[in-house]
């Protein structure tokens, strides 16, 4: 290697150097006013804590068979109250809302071989199957040779109930 070879070597080795040795301090000087700037107070802070105990609270709670209920060993429940349950499972099923918000999409415009609404000649051969097939396949799905029906028409967060509502509300349009 030549003496200028060697020269620049150095000096970038040097400049190199430096630079590290910058961006060292750099770093050790933000940790520093960063730890000072940190504001504690925030941590401290009630609201701060509350919001922080939400976040990762549990989703559930496990009872077991002759252990004292949560409740009871002085934790709170987070669920609503039982009394409240039945009200909601005894709403009526609107077989036409939940077409509408979950079925139209197919079966309004043929999609993937879904019978269109109103078409009594595509219903005719699934309505003579009976209630109960038709109820089936739009619960658990149904390939069939015009198309695929996914399971609650791809809407797994509709009850059973609210499918058989849609399908009937389908079939009786398409009669």
Not at 51 to 72: K, L, T, Y
Not at 81 to 100: C, I, L, M, R, W
Not at 138 to 149: D, H, P, V
Request: with cysteine; net charge negative.
């Amino acid at each position: 290697m030549s003496n200028h070879d060697q020269n620049f070597f150095n000096l970038f080795m040097v400049v190199i150097g430096a630079l590290v040795g910058i961006a060292v301090i750099l770093i050790i000087t933000a940790r520093i006013v960063a730890g000072d700037t940190q504001l504690a107070w925030v941590q401290g802070d009630p609201a701060y804590a509350a919001a922080v105990d939400a976040r990762i609270a549990p989703v559930g709670r496990v009872s077991i068979a002759g252990e004292e209920p949560a409740e009871a060993a002085g934790e709170t429940a987070d669920a609503a109250p039982a009394a409240d349950a039945p009200a909601e499972t005894a709403k009526v099923v609107d077989g036409e809302q939940v077409y509408n918000t979950a079925c139209m999409a197919c079966h309004a415009s043929g999609a993937a071989g879904a019978p269109k609404t109103g078409d009594a000649g595509a219903w005719k051969a699934r309505i003579a199957q009976g209630a109960d097939t038709l109820h089936k396949h739009a619960i658990e799905g149904y390939q069939g040779a015009a198309g695929f029906m996914p399971p609650k028409g791809g809407q797994t967060q509709l009850s059973d109930a609210e499918v058989i509502a849609a399908v009937d509300f389908m079939a009786a349009k398409s009669r």
